[in-house]
């Protein structure tokens, strides 16, 4: 079975500066997605950035950016000069087939 | 505003009860998905629909059905309703059914079985 860990259940980090949140995952596929979303207290799943299994460069979308590790199956998103409006549960993702895999989530406290 | 849309907001319902649950995909979309959120089991894929057959199936109840109609609406049905079938339950679709399609989430249907 596909697994998705988050060991980190909370994280904090002060307004401006960066944070990284940990996910592993394990997989028998070859060929796999990997995501971040963002639930913010309104509940809405929000995709933050996604990464292709295929592809070695690491995916950046503006202050997000991830490091995928493919042989350690680890896949880490990070935040730079965090804001207010980030603080969130952010949940890794991975694909089995075409359903999502989450893991247990990470939830994100920005302090001012 | 991703474009799916999830009706009713809320449910609250006792035990043992039948409810229904309401998806319309983005314009275009072929595929819907239905995820389960609970504080128990955390996010779980419940079932997927393509163009109206059905997919592929996760840890989906025998007691939770699903389909998606001709006009690409799908409902999920919940019946003999247990209080641990409260949760939040997301709705998601994505033009094809292929995992590098991108899955749009709706706001979900929050349902409360007392």
């Known amino acids: 079975a596909q697994t998705v860990t988050q060991s980190q259940p909370e994280m904090s980090v002060q307004e401006a500066e960066t944070v990284t949140l940990s996910c592993t995952y394990d997989?028998?596929?070859?060929?796999?997605?990997l995501f971040w979303y963002k639930q913010p207290p309104s509940r809405q799943m929000i995709l933050v950035i996604r990464?292709?299994?295929?592809?070695?460069q690491n995916a950046t979308e503006n202050r997000f950016s991830v490091n995928f590790q493919k042989a350690a199956k680890s896949f880490s998103l990070k935040i730079s000069d965090s804001q207010l409006g980030d603080a969130a549960m952010y949940f890794c993702?991975?694909?089995?087939?075409?359903?999502?895999?989450f893991g247990e989530g990470t939830q994100l406290t920005v302090n001012p | 505003d991703s474009g799916v849309t999830q009706t009713p907001k809320h449910l609250i319902t006792a035990t043992g009860q039948r409810v229904t649950l309401r998806c319309s995909p983005r314009?275009?979309?072929?595929?819907v998905y239905w995820y389960q959120q609970s504080l128990d089991q955390g996010l779980q894929f419940l079932i997927q629909?393509?163009?109206?057959?059905?997919?592929a199936k996760g840890n989906i109840l025998e007691r939770f059905s699903a389909q998606q109609f001709p006009d690409l609406h799908s409902e999920l049905n919940l019946s003999s309703l247990e209080l641990g079938d409260s949760a939040l339950y997301f709705c998601?679709?994505?033009?094809?059914?292929?995992?590098?399609?991108?899955?749009?989430f709706g706001p979900g249907t929050r349902l409360t079985v007392l």
């Open positions: 998601a679709s994505s033009v094809g059914g292929q995992p590098y399609n991108e899955q749009f």
């Open positions: 997989t028998s596929e070859s060929d796999y997605y």
């Open positions: 990464q292709e299994a295929y592809k070695q």
């Open positions: 993702a991975q694909t089995s087939g075409s359903r999502l895999t």
């Open positions: 314009s275009g979309d072929l595929s």
């Open positions: 629909y393509y163009n109206g057959e059905e997919r």
